[in-house]
C-alpha cells in the first residue's frame, strides 16, 4: 500500500521544503503544524537563495505569499501528477511553518494511485 511506503520527515520553522522551479521528489501531506506557500514571477530570484542559510534573510525573493496551508492539507501535486518522463518544476516555493510532513515518494508510489 501507499501508506507503507510513506516516511515522514519534520521541518524546522523556516525550513525550505522546496523552491519554485526546484525538481519534483514527490506529494507532501501534513500531519502537523503548517506550511507557507510563495510564487514569484521572477524565478531568476530564486536562484539568489542559499538553502543553507535561514529564509528570513531571503524571503523577497520568494515572491508573493499566496496562503498558509494547515494540518490534514497536501501539496506538491502538479509536480506529483505529471507524466513521469516530463515531471513539470515545482510551481511555488513551501517554506515550513513548523511540524511534521509526510512524502509520498513520486517516482515509486505515483503508479498505485491510478
Known amino acids: 500500500t501507499i501508506c507503507a511506503q ?9 525550513e525550505i521544503i522546496f523552491l519554485q522551479g526546484d525538481q519534483s521528489d ?3 501531506f501534513i500531519l502537523h503544524g503548517n506550511a507557507v506557500v510563495f ?9 539568489s537563495i542559499d538553502r543553507s542559510r535561514p529564509i528570513g534573510r531571503f524571503q523577497d525573493a520568494l515572491g508573493a505569499k499566496l ?3 494547515q494540518s490534514n492539507s497536501g501539496f ?4 506529483f ?3 513521469s518522463k516530463h515531471v513539470a518544476p ?3 516555493s513551501i517554506i515550513s511553518g513548523g511540524g511534521g510532513e509526510i512524502e509520498i515518494d513520486g517516482k515509486k508510489n505515483k503508479k498505485e494511485i491510478h
Open 6 to 14: 510513506m516516511a515522514i520527515k519534520v521541518f524546522r520553522k523556516g
Open 26 to 28: 514527490g506529494y507532501y
Open 39 to 47: 510564487a514569484t514571477s521572477d524565478v531568476g530570484a530564486i536562484k
Open 67 to 69: 496562503t498558509t496551508l
Open 76 to 79: 506538491g501535486e502538479v509536480s
Open 81 to 83: 501528477l505529471s507524466d
Open 90 to 92: 515545482r510551481t511555488a
